[in-house]
């Protein structure tokens, strides 16, 4: 079975505070790891796709980095806007579902 | 563009009723997905439907069903309402099978008393 672990469950940071959000995962044939952000209220919203290890991919302050077994989301000089909950999700095998994490809620305080 | 599209955004019931919520895909893709998301177990996969079919289901009593019409809308189902129900459902769709990336709605908050 499909097990995705984030770490840590929530995180408080002061802006400007550089940090990195971990998701563990083991599964059997990764197709891709995701990485979602979802604020109160509303649905989780797209940040990146990885496939094999050693891939990176960045966005503003967001970079994603991927190894055989985990996953980080480094987050750069972080602002108040970055707060919102951080989901990691796995697409595995020949499933087409993703498997979530349980999620990193992210505060990052002015 | 409009994004994905969920009604009711909030729904209250009580046990042994049923309940339909919808969903609007964003225009052009035809993969609908849905998932159930609570503070204890997070999100969940219930199906996904492509093409009018169900392609794929989740590990969830058949007291929840699902179908997508012609235009790529679908709607989820759930009978006998129990309080374990209680959660937030996301609609989510994709251009296509092939396409890795899903597009969440803002979900309908159901609560059975």
């Known amino acids: 079975e499909d097990q995705v672990t984030q770490s840590p469950e929530a995180l408080r940071l002061q802006e400007g505070e550089s940090s990195s959000l971990n998701c563990s995962y083991t599964?059997?044939?990764?197709?891709?790891l995701f990485w979602y952000r979802q604020d109160p209220g509303k649905g989780p919203e797209f940040l990146f796709t990885?496939?094999?290890a050693g891939e990176e991919k960045e966005k503003e302050r967001l970079k994603a980095t991927l190894t055989k077994k985990e996953s980080f989301l480094h987050i750069t000089a972080p602002k108040p806007e970055d707060s919102a909950t951080y989901l990691c999700?796995?697409?595995?095998?020949?499933?087409?579902?993703?498997?979530f994490g349980s999620g990193t809620q992210l505060t990052v305080l002015p | 563009k409009a994004g994905v599209t969920q009604t009711p955004r909030y729904l209250i019931k009580t046990r042994g009723q049923q309940v339909t919520l919808s969903c609007s895909p964003i225009?052009?893709?035809?993969?609908v997905s849905w998932y159930q998301q609570t503070p204890g177990q997070g999100l969940q996969f219930l199906f996904e439907?492509?093409?009018?079919?169900?392609?794929n289901k989740g590990n969830f009593p058949g007291r929840f069903s699902g179908r997508q019409f012609s235009n790529s809308r679908s709607e989820m189902n759930v009978s006998t309402l129990e309080l374990g129900d209680s959660a937030l459902y996301l609609c989510?769709?994709?251009?296509?099978?092939?396409?890795?990336?899903?597009?969440f709605g803002s979900g309908t908050q159901l609560s059975v008393l």
């Open positions: 989510a769709s994709s251009k296509d099978r092939v396409n890795e990336k899903l597009f």
């Open positions: 599964v059997s044939g990764l197709r891709g």
């Open positions: 990885l496939y094999s």
């Open positions: 999700a796995v697409r595995a095998g020949s499933a087409r579902q993703l498997t």
């Open positions: 225009s052009g893709h035809r993969s």
């Open positions: 439907y492509f093409s009018e079919t169900q392609r």
